[in-house]
C-alpha cells in the first residue's frame, strides 16, 4: 500500500506527529480564554457577552 502525505504537524503538547493525507480536516484547537469568561449580567439583569 502506498499512502500520500500531504503535510506533517508537530502536535508539541500532546507529543504527538501528525500526518495529514489527502482532503482529511483537523479540528482547530481551543482559545486560551474561554469564551464563558465573557459571559455576564448586566444591571438590568439582561446577559452579555454570549454572541
Not at 504527538?16 to 482559545?31: E, K, Q, S, W
Request: with cysteine; hydrophobic share 50%.
Amino acid at each position: 500500500h502506498v499512502i500520500n502525505v500531504r503535510e506533517v504537524r508537530l502536535a508539541a503538547g500532546a507529543e504527538f506527529v501528525v500526518m495529514i493525507c489527502g482532503d482529511i480536516m483537523t479540528m482547530p484547537g481551543l482559545p486560551k480564554v474561554p469564551s464563558a469568561e465573557k459571559i455576564d449580567l448586566d444591571q438590568h439583569g439582561k446577559v452579555v457577552g454570549l454572541f
